[in-house]
């Protein structure tokens, strides 16, 4: 099974003020800031940056009880994970359990962009991978949403 749609959606970089970094990224690089918006959810607030095929995601805690808060305490600014394309997250999900893969997230949730996401434990890629199912995926090959079962 196919699980991996297009590889690499995007990298997601841990940083403590958005705005102070996201100069480097525009100025420095030259680089389109696409949009920012805040996942109470996830207690992060996100800046897209476009490259030419990826994105760049810099995320910012909302609070100090923020996961992502407690992941820079431990680990410091920088990579925080890889944002994997896939066809299916729900698919996905069950893929990576029959293979015994360890996940965070056993059921898909909302992350940026309305894309459904759904995250995977670094224990076997030693690095955080997200999943994402991209709400109108970048390849301009729209799928129906009728076809997802509820
Ligand atoms: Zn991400």
């Known amino acids: 099974m196919k699980l991996v749609a297009n590889n690499i959606d995007h990298i997601g970089i841990a940083v403590n003020d958005i705005d102070q970094v996201i100069k480097f990224y525009t100025d420095v690089l030259g ?11 996830h ?6 940056i476009k490259t030419d095929r990826h994105k760049i995601e810099l995320m910012e805690p909302l609070t100090k009880e923020s996961p992502l808060a407690k992941f820079i305490e431990k680990r410091g600014e920088g990579l925080h994970h890889l944002g994997l394309k896939v066809i299916d997250v729900s698919k ?8 015994g893969i360890t ?4 059921v898909p949730r909302p992350g940026v962009g ?7 434990h670094p224990r076997e890629s ?3 991978l997200e ?20």
Request: overall charge positive.
């Open 31 to 41: 680089l389109e800031l696409q949009g920012m918006e805040t996942l109470p959810e």
């Open 43 to 48: 207690g992060v607030r996100v800046a897209i």
């Open 92 to 99: 996905a999900i069950t893929e990576f359990q029959d293979k």
């Open 103 to 106: 996940l965070i997230d056993r």
């Open 114 to 120: 309305k894309n459904r996401i759904a995250f995977v």
């Open 126 to 128: 030693k690095v955080l």
């Open 131 to 150: 999943l994402v199912e991209t709400a109108n995926d970048g390849n301009n090959t729209p799928k129906p949403r009728s076809t997802k079962k509820h």
